[in-house]
């Protein structure tokens, strides 16, 4: 399973890159456009923050440029993936880059005959815009479901990509499906961390634990911390018969 931010900030690819679990990064024109930076500065200055494929999307409408958009984005940077829209001039693009050994798929997916056509191309991804589906009346992760189980029939190895994805429900219905891949906005990406009941979880073991200080305190520390708070000498392990040698840290 592959996880990618849906995200231009670098600041949030790079703290998404230090909890592990971040394996790419996907971009479209409206995020882009949301930079100060070029097209190809923005992109270019992604693939050199993260360890995986940073995904590009063209902007011309017709395939003659669209393949010269997806040969230059597949130059900008070692991992690059073209995404191309799907329209005809987005598939008889596909077709072209893909011999060339260029690695592009195709985006805004709101069915699965147009991610069978994607796939038959050799598409290295699909992306099923899962909430619009949603807003338009579809389950728009049944769809995404739905274009897994066809590809797994047909034995193509495009990669399906939820994107658009507003929530952590839909989140967790996607794990549960076993979606390849999920791109995610950072609020949607972020609040996968958050559960209430860890934070109430945690919250009991800070009061159990209470004013006893540092977990990594020897037992000497200890015994002088709690000397100094209660003005007693305090020697449990001689009485108890628990001491350094019954394991406790030193
Ligand atoms: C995917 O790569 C797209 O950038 C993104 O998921 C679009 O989602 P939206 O419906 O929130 O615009």
Do not use: C
Not at 31 to 58: C, H, K, M, N
Not at 235 to 241: Q, R, V
């Amino acid at each position: 399973m592959r996880l990618y931010a849906d995200t231009a900030d670098h600041e949030l690819i790079r703290e998404y890159t230090r909890y592990g679990v971040l394996d790419g990064v996907t971009t479209n024109p409206s995020i882009v456009a949301a930079t100060d930076g070029t097209y190809r500065e923005t992109i270019t200055s992604i693939a050199e923050l993260i360890d995986g494929p940073v995904f590009a999307q063209v902007l011309a409408e017709d395939a003659a440029g669209m393949i010269e958009q997806a040969r230059a984005y597949d130059e900008w940077a070692e991992d690059v993936i073209v995404k191309l829209p799907a329209t005809r001039a987005g598939y008889e693009t596909l077709d072209r880059v893909r011999t060339e050994g260029i690695r592009a798929g195709i985006t805004v997916v709101f069915s699965l005959s147009q991610a069978v056509l994607a796939a038959k191309n050799d598409a290295t991804f699909v992306a099923p815009y899962v909430a619009r589906l949603t807003d338009a009346g579809e389950d728009g992760v049944d769809v995404a479901a739905a274009i897994g189980e066809a590809f797994d029939a047909y034995g193509y190895d495009t990669e399906v990509l939820a994107a658009s994805v507003r929530n952590e429900f839909q989140v967790r219905r996607l794990y549960r499906a076993g979606i390849d891949a999920i791109t995610l906005a950072p609020a949607v990406f972020e609040a996968q961390f958050d559960h209430r009941g860890t934070e109430e979880g945690l919250a009991g073991f800070r009061e159990a634990w209470g004013e006893r200080g540092d977990p990594l305190a020897t037992r000497a520390e200890t015994e002088v911390e709690s000397e100094a708070e209660t003005g007693t000498e305090v020697n449990a392990g001689a009485e108890t018969g628990t001491g350094t040698e019954a394991g406790i840290r030193e």
